[in-house]
């Protein structure tokens, strides 16, 4: 699958807890959680990341995420898909928070 205009497709890393009726058990905001480690954003790897969009002024705005990137991403961008049967999210570049250099 390739992605198209400005969207990329990111495969988790890893997802919350699902139950069985296919519900995401995400960790509420306690203090407990935040000592915890559960955050908000999370991680994975790009599998496809489309070539960018002609913004409203004519201009090519070229979409710097490129494929084989590790990045965060907000818990509740884009829409999430099955791809060869993994679960993956489609969202749009600006819903990419950083790219995360493993260094």
């Known amino acids: 699958m390739q992605a198209l205009l400005n969207r990329v497709i990111v ?15 995400v960790p509420g905001r306690t203090q407990q ?34 494929e084989g990137q590790r990045v965060m991403f907000k818990l509740y961008a884009g829409a999430e898909v099955i791809l060869d049967g993994v679960t993956c999210q489609i969202m749009c570049d600006h819903d990419i928070e950083a790219i995360v250099n493993d260094d």
């Not at 495969?11 to 058990?25: A, L, Q, R």
């Not at 000592?35 to 710097?64: C, D, L, Q």
């Open 11 to 25: 495969k988790p890393d890893e997802m919350p807890e699902k139950t069985e009726s296919g519900i995401y058990m």
């Open 33 to 66: 959680n935040i000592e915890r480690g559960f955050h908000k954003i999370w991680t994975g790897t790009v599998i496809s990341a489309g070539p960018g969009y002609v913004n409203g002024k004519g201009v090519f705005v070229k979409n710097e995420i490129k």
